[in-house]
């Protein structure tokens, strides 16, 4: 946390470096740690004082175990329908639940995308369980999911959480093992 | 684990999860996505669930409870 004195000194210094010359300038820049500055100024714009509020289009970060997603509601369905092949998986155990109560089924991996088209309706507003053997996901509706990944390498977290972000229009290879990314409007936001 | 325990743990998950995110979610994406899940949950097991479903369920959320307090 700043005080008055430190706040006194950054802006001394911000104010003596604006008024020096182009090659003043030149020289600092090989006096200071500019590697230092930069990466605390991102550290900066990375953690607001205050956390925003509200929904943002898109979000992907990891958990614990898995992953935490919003994605735009439209393409929930092309996301799920993709994770059997990601996971390796045959058969998908399906629990739907609503205020009238509960039904379980489940169906062959090959016909995971017919059955989402069929249910659109709880996919968009219902809250679904899906269980792709070891792994689970749940859907509360309007492209709100949790992935849960235990055991699963990070690679994998990666690949689903790439292919998540392609569907929605956007490119990134993530390369840490923790990692989430935002999108407000149409600017996507990576933090690793 | 019954489908429906697991079921209302995981949204219970989802709960916490949303909790840590970098942004606060709107009161509304809280109600709809997680409380109404939640509570639809609880109301079956406490309808025709039986007393070991409620017990995994709070042995669940106490579970879910621990890890968030070690973080």
């Known amino acids: 946390m700043w005080n008055g004195t430190k706040s006194t000194i950054a802006l001394g210094l911000a104010e003596i470096v604006e008024r020096l010359t182009v090659e003043e300038k030149r020289e600092f820049t090989q006096l200071v740690n500019w590697e230092e500055l930069q990466r605390l100024r991102v550290e900066a714009r990375r953690t607001p004082a205050v956390r925003p509020v509200g929904d943002p289009r898109l979000y992907v970060a990891?958990?614990?175990?898995?992953?935490?997603?919003?994605?735009?509601?439209?393409?929930?369905?092309?996301?799920?329908?993709?994770l059997p092949g990601k996971l390796a998986s045959e058969a998908i155990d399906i629990f739907v639940q609503n205020g009238e109560g509960s039904q379980e089924t489940s169906?062959?991996?090959?016909?995971?995308?017919?059955?989402?088209?069929r249910h659109g309706d709880v996919l968009s507003e219902g809250a679904i369980m899906m269980e792709f053997g070891p792994y689970t996901?749940?859907?509360?509706?309007?492209?709100?999911?949790?992935?849960s990944l235990e055991d699963a390498p990070p690679a994998l977290r990666r690949e689903i959480a790439q292919q998540a972000l392609a569907l929605s229009g956007f490119d990134h290879e993530f390369q840490a093992d923790h990692f989430s990314a935002i999108v407000w409007e149409d600017q996507l936001e990576v933090t690793e | 684990m019954k489908k429906n325990v697991k079921s209302t743990v995981s949204f219970f998950r989802l709960?916490?999860?949303?909790?840590?995110?970098?942004?606060?979610?709107?009161?509304?994406?809280?109600?709809?996505?997680?409380l109404?899940?939640?509570?639809?949950?609880?109301?079956?097991?406490?309808?025709?669930?039986?007393?070991?479903?409620?017990?995994?369920?709070?042995e669940g959320f106490a579970k879910e409870c621990r890890k968030l307090e070690a973080e």
């Open chain 1, 137 to 147: 996901v749940i859907s509360a509706g309007g492209g709100c999911l949790s992935l």
């Open chain 1, 62 to 82: 990891t958990t614990e175990n898995g992953l935490s997603l919003d994605l735009p509601p439209e393409h929930t369905s092309a996301f799920i329908a993709m």
């Open chain 2, 36 to 58: 109404l899940a939640l509570c639809h949950g609880l109301s079956e097991i406490v309808e025709s669930g039986t007393k070991n479903d409620a017990w995994e369920v709070v």
């Open chain 1, 107 to 117: 169906c062959p991996a090959v016909d995971l995308a017919v059955w989402l088209e």
């Open chain 2, 15 to 34: 709960l916490i999860e949303h909790s840590q995110r970098p942004y606060e979610p709107s009161p509304e994406h809280i109600l709809k996505r997680m």
